[in-house]
């Protein structure tokens, strides 16, 4: 079972920049593709990003693409989030957790989420 401890949110104007982080501990992490999820009030949790396991191949949901930037660090077990030229609609919960990459959905262990904030 992999732990996840999500970190790196806060409030931030349109147009700023975050990175997330996702420390994960666990030694089937590096086995498996991981992927960020993101989930507004109201409203369900919807994918945002998604690595496999080597870091070779990315997912981006078309409304951060060219925004968001995921990346890995195997040695360090962590997953990052760039996100860039943030938008009010890009407030939500962001959480990261393993990944079934084919099919796009999230399995396994759920962090407790960090709240990012976009003013306008």
């Known amino acids: 079972q992999v732990q996840l401890d999500e970190s790196g949110g806060g409030l931030v104007q349109a147009g700023g920049s975050l990175r997330l982080s996702c420390a994960a501990s666990g030694r089937i992490f590096r086995r498996n593709a991981m992927g960020w999820f993101r989930q507004a009030p109201g409203k369900e949790r919807d994918i945002v990003a998604a690595?496999?396991?080597?870091?070779?191949?990315?997912y981006y949901a078309d409304s951060v693409k060219g925004r968001f930037t995921i990346s890995r660090d195997n040695a360090q077990n962590k997953v990052y989030l760039q996100m860039n030229n943030l938008k009010p609609e890009d407030t939500a919960v962001y959480y990261c957790?393993?990944?079934?990459?084919?099919?796009?959905?999230?399995?396994?262990?759920w962090g407790q989420g960090t709240q990012v904030t976009v003013s306008s």
């Open positions: 957790t393993s990944v079934d990459f084919e099919r796009l959905q999230g399995f396994g262990s």
């Open positions: 690595v496999n396991w080597s870091g070779g191949r990315t």
